[in-house]
């Protein structure tokens, strides 16, 4: 079942597949009339995205972007719907960002050639081209090169959180993006929560922050999982959102964009919101 809205989508920015054109193309063709690209830790992908969009009068486009923080054994994952992307300060922060990740990604590449496994970091790079560099390129490598037989397994054999070539990225505090979201007037989501261990005690340090939304209805959330964590959203008067997390890349877990049970009604909360703090897409 297709939803009108999909806040959460990768485009080749960051790690997707596809363009921001070819992604809103998709999107739109699917049915979805309200959606976000929300790439990791980049907005560069948002001109392009602006662009598109204004080719279909009835789409509300969202700019989003997805950081990547860090708490003791696991990553949180903030998304910022709305934000003012122009300002120099922001901008200036994500680059610092994309550099760390060149320097860590250039690391893993040199763990999996000590491990017997090399993959060539020129390659690497051009599967990123411009986009924040991250694990699933080095997966892309890993499997091209003939080193493994799945991208999954690049993960389980490698490169995930406890794997010999795995490498930490800067740490940030997902408070402090929430408050780096909120300074460019963005409304700020926490991403996924279904595996955060401790999440009321991130939620209610996180909601002081400014965090507004938390995804409940993502990719392959069962049923009960979203019931379970609709109830944690509105025990701390946040809006239930959700997006496909589309990436282009295929895998068990994939989506087509929006194709999520995502209803109206948060949408339309959030909506709100925006044209509340003044926001200019919130039309
Ligand atoms: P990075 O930001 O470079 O650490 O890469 C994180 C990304 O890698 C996530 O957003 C996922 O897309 C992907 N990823 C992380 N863990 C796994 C896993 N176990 N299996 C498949 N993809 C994963
Ligand atoms: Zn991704
Ligand atoms: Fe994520
Ligand atoms: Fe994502």
């Known amino acids: 079942m297709a939803s009108r809205a999909d806040l959460h989508t990768h485009s080749s920015f960051s ?8 992604l809103i193309d998709l999107a739109y063709r ?21 662009a598109a969009a204004a080719r279909y009068p009835d789409l509300t486009f969202i700019p989003g972007v997805e950081i990547s923080t860090d708490v003791p054994g696991n990553e949180v994952h903030v998304l910022g719907h709305f934000i ?9 922060r994500l680059l610092q960002m994309r550099q760390s990740r060149q320097r860590r990604a250039r690391k893993m590449v040199d763990k999996l050639a000590a491990l017997g496994k090399p993959v060539s970091w020129k390659h690497v790079q051009s599967l990123a ?11 892309r490598a890993l499997m091209e090169a003939g080193h493994i037989a799945t991208f999954d397994e690049a993960f389980d054999l490698y490169i ?3 794997g010999p070539a795995y490498v930490e990225r800067e740490r940030l505090a997902p408070a402090e993006v929430v408050e780096m979201i909120a300074a460019v007037n963005g409304l700020p989501t926490l991403a ?24 409940v209805y993502y990719q392959d959330y ?9 109830a944690v959203a509105d025990r701390f008067a946040l809006i239930p959102l959700g997006g496909s997390d589309y990436h282009g890349l295929g895998g068990p877990r994939e989506r087509e964009p929006g194709d999520i049970p995502l209803p109206d009604e948060p949408v339309e909360r959030l909506l709100a919101l925006a044209r509340e703090r003044g926001s200019p897409q919130a039309v």
């Open 84 to 92: 003012d992307w122009q300002d120099r300060k922001f901008q200036r």
């Open 30 to 50: 699917h049915g979805v009339r309200v959606m976000a690209l929300t790439d990791h830790d980049t907005i560069e992908g948002l001109p392009d995205a602006f």
């Open 15 to 22: 790690d997707g597949l596809l363009s921001p054109t070819e």
């Open 129 to 139: 081209s411009d986009a924040a560099i991250g694990r699933p390129h080095i997966a």
């Open 160 to 162: 995930g959180r406890k």
């Open 222 to 230: 069962s049923q009960e999982e979203v019931e379970r964590l609709r």
């Open 192 to 215: 996924h929560p279904r595996e955060l261990d401790g999440l009321e005690g991130l939620l209610s340090q996180l909601k002081a922050a400014g965090l507004v939304g938390m995804e």
